[in-house]
């Protein structure tokens, strides 16, 4: 039995022992007040196979203490879609490094060039800072474009680009960045799809010509879906993915068009499924995140990212504007160990705007006294 031990603190109060993964223990979550030994029902005969899993005490500490924090040292993350330090992907990079783990990005070939100069050259510091003093660094940051699977598949066009050329003698299609991976980081534990794209989202759906549908699919959904079945290989068991999806996956937003609505539909069913096929062949999670939203570069292609933070300070259960900390702060929880029994699961990260079916601040409501 292995009794782990959280740091800065000592540990106090309640005591459970249970079958779990290696995890250690950091910021307590909750206040315990009794002493509990819980003690497990004989496991049918079948499960005695599973011996050489290992037993683990997990101890929590009194409030006022410094437990259940999430612990990824030594984790291995490699993260698709950030280009810049506002977005969902930056901020989830963020809270992986402040937990802990080694992080290597997978950045966009047309964005690279901006990206890495601005890293360079200190323009993101400010947004690196660390609680620990430290700055969020980067191992390892290969070209992307996860539109494309294979150099086959790569247009004459695009290959002749000037900045997909300079990119060309490494790779950046989907089971190239994948092999660069395998290379120059070896195996990893937490894969992080963060990207999305809809060359027509400002077109009603009646008005989205089939190249826009499916190129919205394609990037969105499907490229989510040549990540795992390409980096699935690479990853250690008990390792996890995750994506972002948005509300309009399950609810009508008028201006989120182009077919994205009906891609990041796609992108939550892949999801379950993916849960199921990954997590058989490769024994690692896949989840999902559906955020608020948030006014990156990104979502201002859509045009009215500024009416939808408004509308949702407006209507949702708690009144404020979405921090992007916040998503990296769940997409850490769902990464980590502490999540080990969650997959095929999409959470809301959205001050529950996605529970409301009545918008509190509609004309309709008021009334004239």
Known sequence: MTTLSAPRAVLANVRTTIPVPPVSLGQSLFRPCVHQQLQSRPAPAHLHRAQHRQRA????????????????????????????????????????????????????????????????????????????????????????????????????????????????????????????????????????????NGPEVTKPL?????????????????????????????????????????????????GYGGGMSSAKAALESDTRVLAYEAGRKHKIRVNAISAGPLGSRAAKAIGFIDKMIAYSYANAPIQKELAASEVGNAAAFLLSPLASAITGTVIHVDNGLHAMGLAPDSATLQTSE
Do not use: C
């Open 206 to 254: 009646l008005e989205t010509s089939r190249h826009g549908y499916l190129a919205a699919l394609s990037a969105s959904a499907y490229s989510n879906v040549s990540m795992l079945q390409h980096f699935g290989p690479l990853m250690n068991e008990n390792g996890a993915s995750i994506s972002l999806t948005y509300l309009a996956s399950e609810r009508i937003i008028p």
């Open 57 to 196: 005490t997990i101890v929590t500490r009194a409030a006022g203490g410094s437990g259940l924090a999430i612990d990824l040292t030594g984790k291995k993350a490699f993260i698709a879609g950030v280009a810049d330090d506002q977005g969902f992907g930056w901020a989830i990079a963020k809270a992986l490094a402040e937990a802990g783990a080694e992080i290597s990005l997978g950045v966009w070939v047309p964005a690279l060039k901006i990206f890495e100069g601005s890293y360079t050259k200190g323009k993101f510091d400010k947004s690196r800072q660390l609680s620990n003093g430290g700055l969020l660094e980067f191992t390892h940051i290969f070209p992307m474009d996860a539109v494309y699977d294979t150099p086959e598949g790569v247009p004459e066009d695009v290959k002749s680009n000037k900045r997909y050329a300079a990119a060309g003698d490494k790779g950046f299609t989907v089971s190239e960045v994948a092999r660069n991976v395998e290379s120059e980081v070896g195996k990893i534990d937490l894969l992080v799809h963060s990207l999305a």
